[in-house]
């Protein structure tokens, strides 16, 4: 029985782990938006188009966390 409190502890952990992270999420696009934007720091070409992408990098990274961490719990 403790041995799957202890995996159930960690899905658990791992929800917590994902809300946080998409709450986070305006707050990353808003960070993104300031640098992008007109009157950011000025980023063109390459830097520009690679930081507008940030938000997507961490959304997928979060989800993926989470998805692995699921298949992980399911396959024990």
């Not at 202890?6 to 998409?22: A, C, E, N, R, W």
């Not at 507008?52 to 966390?65: K, N, Q, S």
């Amino acid at each position: 029985m403790s041995g799957q409190s202890k995996d159930l502890s960690g899905i658990m952990m791992t929800f917590l782990f994902m809300v946080v992270g998409l709450a986070l999420t305006p707050t990353v696009v808003e960070q993104v938006a300031n640098v992008t934007g007109t009157g950011g720091y000025n980023l063109t070409g390459a830097a520009l188009a690679i930081a507008a992408l940030i938000p997507l990098f961490w959304v997928i990274l979060i989800i993926g966390i989470g998805l692995a961490a699921i298949v992980t719990w399911l396959k024990a």
